[in-house]
């Protein structure tokens, strides 16, 4: 939850994650969704991610939160 919110904080703003952001609902998406990827993807598929330098990773979790649409998560 925190590299997630870190990189929500990069993309819209601390004030913004700190006062809008509900972490409740997030976690509740997370937790939903978690799931059903592990049945539908092939653990071989995470790969991909578990070989992305620390460099490449940060980025693409930066891209990833730049598509959150903060109005689904706010408290």
């Known amino acids: ?6 990189a929500l904080r990069s993309q819209y703003g601390e004030e913004r994650v700190a006062n809008e952001l ?6 509740g998406n997370i937790t939903r969704t ?3 990827m592990m ?3 092939p ?4 790969d991909i991610v ?3 330098s620390l460099k490449v ?13 903060m109005e689904k998560y706010k408290n």
């Not at 939850?1 to 870190?6: D, E, G, N, P, T």
């Not at 509900?22 to 976690?27: E, H, K, N, V, W």
């Not at 990773?57 to 649409?69: I, R």
């Open 1 to 6: 939850m925190s590299v997630l919110k870190a």
């Open 22 to 27: 509900s972490a409740y609902y997030i976690a």
């Open 34 to 36: 978690y799931d059903g």
């Open 39 to 41: 049945i539908a993807i």
């Open 43 to 46: 653990t071989t598929q995470w």
């Open 50 to 52: 578990r070989e992305m």
């Open 57 to 69: 990773f940060s980025a693409f979790l930066l891209e990833l939160a730049g598509k959150v649409d």
